[in-house]
């Protein structure tokens, strides 16, 4: 005779594993439901390019300071950031531009980049050898990195390719290849750090000038990778230059360039200014401070450089992708804040002992990063609505506070003062760019409506007030369409 099994397990036993496992798969489904999409998709091979960058260029900067004078390494760090400086403001506008057009049309990708390339590369060439003349007479010890026929040739063909590269590398977020901007990215690190100890055993003076010929080899090298590889990708595509297509788009790279430019230019000109102000190796500890902060703070930036992809005035698509990415860098800065408090000298004394007395100023900048992601959501944002102007004009006013305040301090109280002036400009910053991106959050967290199927009413006249108050369940808000919710 079969009998039959019974079940002897306690409901409520039951009920509580479920809630644990409730409990413990919700951290797993966030999580999932930050990371997955092309946005962060697209943005990590962005960063997975920054990681390799930054933490060869962890080592490069390391390297040289344990091999040539602090000095020396603040030179160099200053014609670097002159020459990035040189390469945002030389590319006007055409790197941003040449994902917003890649993204509409991809059948004539060839053409565009190598009128894009021509036009910056001209440009960038003239200028920066300009530049490099005004620089001799700016500072002394500035003057010993560009002195001589050979100092001004490599700023000027540093701050050309720096140019370039930075057209190539966003063709190919356009064309939806960010993983050869990531390879191109690995070879430049590889190939300066490999070049490093080499320049440095043949240069004797122990100037500076043989880093920056470092820098110099390891973009010309991974140039010619990518370029390659573009030219395999867009084989069979007309080469022709279309100078003519740029010109109708002048009115938009201005746009773009204006709000590029004010976005880049304070990290660029700050180590500048702290050589001028302090003195070059103060700058060394300053670099080596501010290259670990920024490897943090260029996620922000790269997240929403890639929400430029979206269509503009899609906002349905923005509000869902700006409350993932705005979870991710929440979460980031409270992270980061910690570490920079309780790691920050020890961070610093890996370079050397002249380096540790950034270590104020390391965690002073350290508190920057929620700042600059509501600024970077706050330029995309503007972006995609096509407000590039107010944005441009705001940024700016930002820039010359971040400049402004940084100088300031520098002056009053050398590297510390330096990144409290920083930190209170950025902090003014957010309040500023805030209201714009807490709406899109407000709106990307307001409910649905519900969608039925109920037939339609005659329509005898408009809902009163109390009506509408009714149906909101007592507000009275009205009732939105869904053209205007998530």
Not at 92 to 115: C, F, M, P, Y
Not at 163 to 179: K, M, Q
Not at 334 to 356: E, K, Q, T
């Amino acid at each position: 005779m079969a009998t039959g099994v019974t079940d002897n397990r306690d409901p409520t036993a039951t009920g509580l594993s479920t809630v644990r496992r409730g409990w413990l798969a919700w951290p797993l489904t966030e999580v999932r439901r930050a990371i997955e999409g092309p946005i962060v998709r697209n943005a990590a091979s962005l960063y997975g390019a920054t990681i390799i960058t930054s933490l060869l260029g962890f080592i490069y900067w390391f390297v040289a300071a344990r091999l040539v004078p602090a000095q020396a390494v603040g030179i160099a760090s200053a014609l670097q950031s002159a020459a990035q400086f040189l390469g945002y403001f030389c590319v006007i506008g055409l790197n941003t531009l040449v994902i917003s057009e890649l993204s509409a049309d991809r059948q004539r990708a060839r053409s565009l980049i190598l009128t894009a390339v021509a036009t910056v590369g001209i440009v960038s060439l003239i200028l920066s050898a300009v530049v490099a003349i005004g620089l001799q007479s700016l500072s002394s010890a500035i003057h010993e990195g560009v002195h001589g026929p050979v100092g001004l040739l490599v700023f000027a063909l540093l701050s050309s390719l720096t140019t370039v590269l930075l057209v190539l590398d966003d063709a190919c977020i356009g064309l939806l290849r960010g993983d050869l901007q990531l390879k191109r990215n690995a070879v430049f690190a590889v190939s300066k750090l490999a070049l490093l100890p080499i320049l440095i055993w043949a240069w004797s003076s122990r100037s500076g000038i043989e880093l920056v010929v470092a820098w110099l080899a390891g973009l010309a090298i991974s140039s010619m990778t990518l370029g390659l590889q573009l030219g395999k990708l867009t084989s069979g595509q007309p080469s022709r230059l279309e100078f003519r297509r740029l010109l109708e788009k002048r009115q938009l790279m201005v746009g773009h360039h204006w709000l590029n430019l004010s976005i880049q230019a304070p990290r660029l000109i700050l180590p500048v200014l702290v050589v001028v102000i302090i003195g070059p190796s103060a700058n060394a500890a300053f670099t080596a401070a501010f290259l670990v902060v920024s490897f943090v703070n260029v996620i922000p930036s790269q997240l929403s450089t890639v929400l430029f992809a979206l269509a503009p005035g899609d906002e349905a698509a923005l509000r869902h992708q700006v409350r993932k990415t705005m979870r991710i860098c929440r979460l980031l800065s409270i992270v980061s804040a910690l570490c920079f408090f309780i790691f920050a000298g020890l961070i610093l004394r890996v370079f050397g002992h002249d380096y540790v007395r950034a270590t104020t100023a390391l965690i002073i900048i350290g508190l920057t990063t929620y700042p600059q992601s509501l600024k970077a959501h706050y330029v995309a944002i503007a972006r995609v609505r096509g407000r590039m102007q107010l944005a441009a004009f705001r940024t700016t006013v930002g820039a010359c506070l971040e400049v402004g305040l940084a100088a300031a301090g520098a002056h009053v109280h050398g590297l510390t003062g330096l990144a409290v002036g920083y930190l209170v400009a950025t902090l003014t910053e957010a309040v500023l760019f805030s209201p714009s991106v807490f709406e899109v959050l407000r709106a990307a967290h307001a409910p649905r409506r519900p969608v039925t199927n109920s037939p339609k009413r005659p329509v005898h006249s408009a809902p009163s007030r109390r009506d509408r108050r009714r149906v909101n369940g007592g507000s009275d808000t009205r009732v939105k369409g869904p053209d205007e919710t998530l």
